[in-house]
């Protein structure tokens, strides 16, 4: 049983497209998180939604949209794909905030041509 | 913002050496967390510790939170090809709900 799933894993596009990345929580946890690795393994959060609530919205172009159906579901949609957008992309989750244990997906491999 | 520095950022051994990452902050932390990710992995909880020189121990891994609360190590005791891995400290931020990422120690091992 996956608790924290990720699709696609792998994103290969062009500049310019828009492309989207799912995640679902089985946990039962109330707080998602959507966090960006780049090429030199720094992880920087980008959004955190608690029971489908935005709460936390970095410094992030607003190319970036997250969507939260549900508390089990947090999507992120990138419009106009740029080269710097290459990165991992991963999605977590928590039962309430920042002090509790994060439990991350497996990421998704973003490579913009 | 607060930041925690963490070094080195890369450390080879030899198998069975020892190997300590260092977790550095400028101001008092309530908690640190320790995650290790795997190459092509994914970040994994290791574990959290919260109070003034708390040390915990995890079979070769020995976690130490500083007195005042601004530093942390992570000591692996005769390291293993199994530890090679990118361990990164975190600490979270109640003023701005963010998990705050140090910067990463990526151990190899060599055989």
């Given at each position: 049983d996956t608790a924290v799933s990720q699709t696609p894993k792998y994103l290969v596009t062009q500049m310019g497209n828009d492309k989207s990345i799912k995640c679902e929580q089985n946990l039962g946890h109330d707080t998602m998180y959507w966090y960006k690795q780049d090429s030199k393994k720094f992880l920087k959060i980008m959004f955190s939604y608690n029971n489908k609530e935005l709460i936390i919205?970095?410094?992030v172009p607003n190319r970036f949209s997250p969507k939260s159906p549900d508390k089990a579901h947090l999507n992120l949609h990138i419009n106009s794909l740029e080269l710097g957008d290459s990165a991992v992309y991963f999605c977590a989750s928590s039962s309430r905030g920042i002090q509790e244990t994060q439990y991350?997906?497996?990421?998704?491999?973003?490579?913009?041509? | 913002g607060q930041q925690v520095m963490q070094i080195p950022?890369?450390?080879?051994?030899?198998?069975g050496e020892d190997?300590?990452?260092?977790?550095?902050?400028?101001?008092t932390l309530?908690?640190?967390?320790?995650y290790k990710q795997r190459p092509g992995g994914h970040p994994v909880f290791l574990i959290q510790l919260v109070k003034s020189g708390e040390v915990k121990k995890q079979k070769r891994l020995t976690f130490q939170f500083g007195e005042a609360k601004k530093n942390s190590s992570l000591h692996i005791t005769a390291?293993?090809?199994t530890d090679v891995g990118t361990y990164f400290c975190a600490y979270g931020s109640s003023n701005t709900g963010k998990l705050i990422f140090g910067q990463g120690t990526t151990l190899q091992v060599k055989p």
């Open positions: 919205n970095e410094t991350f997906g497996p990421g998704t491999r973003l490579l913009v041509l | 950022q890369y450390q080879h051994v030899q198998e190997f300590t990452t260092y977790c550095n902050s400028s101001t309530s908690n640190i967390q320790w390291t293993q090809t």
